[in-house]
């Protein structure tokens, strides 16, 4: 196990620290190339780059458990099983449990193409619940269309197999994307990748520059993607992803006493993440529109009620923690946020009644350098953010 390669080269003790002669351990290069195509499996509307947690984790011991309570679309999650940790991840959002628990799976393309194709075939329970208007006619082609709801209703029906659950992620990364010129690697219409249109613009976009949706096969797009990412997935371990809200008190199963813990919450400002995935969303029984109310969401609101609400995860997570457990954050702010996120996160940190003791603060680096979760959603943004890494430790 990797692990165990790289537990060989660190004395135990240094893991207690944060900065070690481990750091600069090249642990991406005991990786074998291949096994970090399943993380791309699916784009998310804000994620970090794996070099990020992987770089945290390094240094953890064969059997430290790792918990992500803002898993998105699983980094920290596929980065541990990269490493053979066991780890835990959480999201109230369905699409980035979704798209987590594709990564935790172990199966070969096969066994999943053959489920798509059983499902295709069998017309038995299929309600025929196509969603109609100029979008839709527009965004898809329409036997393209029909077969993608035909997958979707089966999959939101029973979504308990490995097959399924790989047939799920690969489809939440091929629903939308740019066409090609002659090779097709995305179901929709021309569309950015990483975050879904709405409507309206999209329809003004297509019209304007007179694009038609192209007829593809689903099964040819499943067949391709299951090739590439589940060719050579790494071991299993013992790994799970949860649909929660991390403010509320986790269930008695989350008691691992987790001994890391990597994770970026939402950013000050990102009130709401589904709308900007709104097509994924709707893959896994959302509205067939995006929904603009903002509900109960932690980052909107007052950067009062954010600190107080963060302070809350913050004290979850240290009921379910080791004595000396490490907390890495990686945050920051819209560009159009006024207040000063450095000072919420600490705040957050210190108001939590748990013993989380921040060790340093760090700019995550420049934005030239890949290393900011920013870079993966700018061209919705436009603008460049701020971002840092906390550091903290569990004092007792
Ligand atoms: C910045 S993203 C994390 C991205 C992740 N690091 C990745 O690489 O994909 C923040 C995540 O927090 C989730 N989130 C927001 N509020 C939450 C809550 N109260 N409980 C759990 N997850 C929440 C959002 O759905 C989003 O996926």
């Not at 001994?259 to 709401?272: A, C, D, E, F, K």
Request: hydrophobic content about 35%; charged content about 25%; overall charge positive.
């Amino acid at each position: 196990m990797l692990n165990e390669k790289i537990a060989r080269k660190i004395n135990p003790k240094e893991t207690s620290n944060f900065s070690t002669e481990a750091d600069h351990l090249d642990v991406l290069s005991l990786i074998p190339k291949k096994q970090f195509t399943l993380n791309a499996i699916a784009p998310y509307y804000t994620m970090f780059p794996i070099q990020f947690p992987l770089d945290k984790l390094k240094i953890a011991a064969p059997n430290d458990w790792v918990l992500d309570p803002f898993c998105g679309r699983g980094t920290t999650i596929y980065a541990s099983r990269l490493l053979g940790l066991k780890s835990i991840g959480i999201d109230k959002d369905p699409v980035a449990v979704a798209i987590t628990k594709a990564k935790l799976i172990k199966i070969t393309p096969e066994v999943i193409i053959r489920e798509c194709e059983k499902i295709l075939s069998n017309d038995e329970n299929f309600t025929d619940n196509i969603p109609k208007g100029e979008f839709w006619d527009l965004a898809f082609d329409n036997d393209t269309l029909a077969q993608i709801c035909k997958i979707k209703e089966s999959l939101l029906n029973d979504c308990k197999t490995d097959a399924r659950i790989g047939l799920r992620g690969i489809m939440l990364g091929a629903l939308h994307g740019p066409t090609g010129k002659k090779i097709q690697s995305y179901l929709s219409n021309q569309m950015p990748r990483t975050y879904t249109t709405k409507p309206g613009s999209a329809v003004r976009y297509w019209i304007k520059h007179n694009y038609t949706p192209k007829k593809i096969n689903v099964l040819d797009i499943v067949d391709k993607r299951a090739r590439r990412y589940y060719e050579d997935v790494p071991k299993k371990v013992n790994s799970q992803a949860y649909l929660h809200d991390a403010r509320k008190i986790f269930p008695k199963k989350f008691n691992k006493k987790f001994r890391w813990i990597v994770t970026s919450p939402p950013y000050l400002g990102m009130n709401n993440y589904s709308t900007n995935q709104w097509l994924r969303e709707w893959f896994v029984g959302g509205d067939e529109k995006p929904e603009y109310a903002i509900k109960n969401n932690l980052a909107s609101g007052s950067p009062k009620k954010f600190e107080k609400e963060l302070s809350n995860v913050w004290r979850n997570v240290s009921l379910i923690s080791d004595n000396d457990a490490h907390l890495v954050i990686r945050f920051g702010a819209l560009p159009s946020t006024p207040y000063d996120f450095e000072s919420i996160i600490q705040k957050s940190l210190s108001y939590s009644g748990s013993e989380w003791q921040v060790e340093k603060i760090e700019s995550a680096g420049s934005s030239e350098d890949g290393q900011r979760q920013s870079n993966q959603f700018l061209s919705s943004v436009k603008h460049s953010m701020d971002e840092i890494d906390v550091y903290a430790r569990k004092v007792s």
